[in-house]
């Protein structure tokens, strides 16, 4: 071997080493990019959830003081529009992200919808910014 051909070789694993490094940490940032966005999408549903919870516990007479989610989705005539209308579009529990909510405390009260995965919305905007 020539001088000429160990000059390309160690050129070409330098580069192959440098492309490594940089696949390993973009890699990375695009993991935590990428549970961060999962995270906004999980406290955007707590926040829905939440607001259905609400119009619920208004509309009815019996108010909902833990998470009911079949209550949320059954639907239920509204004299506004004149049709069977439900408070959530979709069961937010059926995603691909393995998230699934639930109450903590009373929700008439001081009470919260909270994420299997993620926590509450506290913990979603400390964890997650």
Do not use: W
Not at 4 to 13: D, Y
Not at 45 to 71: A, C, F
């Amino acid at each position: 071997m020539n001088k000429k051909n160990i000059i390309i070789i160690c050129v070409v694993a330098v580069s192959l080493i440098v492309i490594l490094i940089v696949r390993s940490i973009a890699i990375s940032r695009m993991e935590k990019a990428r549970d961060a966005a999962i995270a906004k999408y999980c406290a955007a549903n707590i926040r829905i959830i939440t607001g259905g919870v609400e119009m619920y516990n208004m509309d009815n007479k019996v108010m909902m003081k833990e998470l009911e989610i079949k209550n949320l989705l059954t639907p239920t005539y509204n004299p506004y529009t004149k049709k069977n209308e439900t408070y959530l579009k979709g069961d937010p529990n059926n995603n691909q992200y393995g998230c699934s909510y639930k109450s903590k405390g009373d929700l008439t009260t001081d009470g919260e919808i909270i994420c299997n995965k993620h926590g509450s919305l506290d913990d979603i905007s400390n964890n997650f910014k």
